[in-house]
């Protein structure tokens, strides 16, 4: 399983990106997709999670609210829209899958990852 990440880029305070996570050899429906962000010198963390099975979706509390993972699998490819962007926000966004139902927000959970992409929140 190949995922790629993209979508990221250098935004102001208060605006929007659009990140894709997309896949080759495999339909990424059958997968439970997760985001995860990474800030330098910092943990890789959770941000959210959407399920295989039946489209549920979770959120961490730092994105509760701003950000929406959804799935489009006409195109393969989960989306994870990120409005009322914070400079906190800034970091390598990763996309990762696992099989199963349930949701995650571990990284360890995920067994499948693709390269991150950059986002950059300026204040």
């Known amino acids: 399983v190949q995922l790629q990440a993209s979508g990221g880029g250098l935004v102001q305070a208060g605006g929007s990106l659009r990140l894709s996570c997309s896949a080759s050899?495999?339909?990424?429906?059958?997968?439970?997709i997760a985001w995860f962000r990474q800030a330098p010198g910092t943990e890789r963390e959770g941000v959210s999670c959407?399920?295989?099975?039946?489209?549920?979706?979770y959120y961490t509390d730092s994105t509760e609210g701003r950000f929406t993972v959804s799935r489009d699998n006409t195109k393969n490819t989960v989306y994870l829209q990120m409005n009322s962007l914070k400079p906190e926000d800034t970091a390598v966004y990763y996309c990762?899958?696992?099989?199963?139902?349930?949701?995650?927000?571990?990284?360890?959970?995920?067994?499948?990852w693709g390269e991150g992409t950059q986002v950059t929140v300026s204040s």
């Open positions: 050899g495999v339909t990424l429906r059958h997968y439970t």
């Open positions: 990762a899958a696992r099989g199963g139902p349930g949701l995650y927000t571990r990284s360890g959970d995920m067994k499948y």
């Open positions: 959407i399920g295989s099975a039946d489209g549920r979706a």
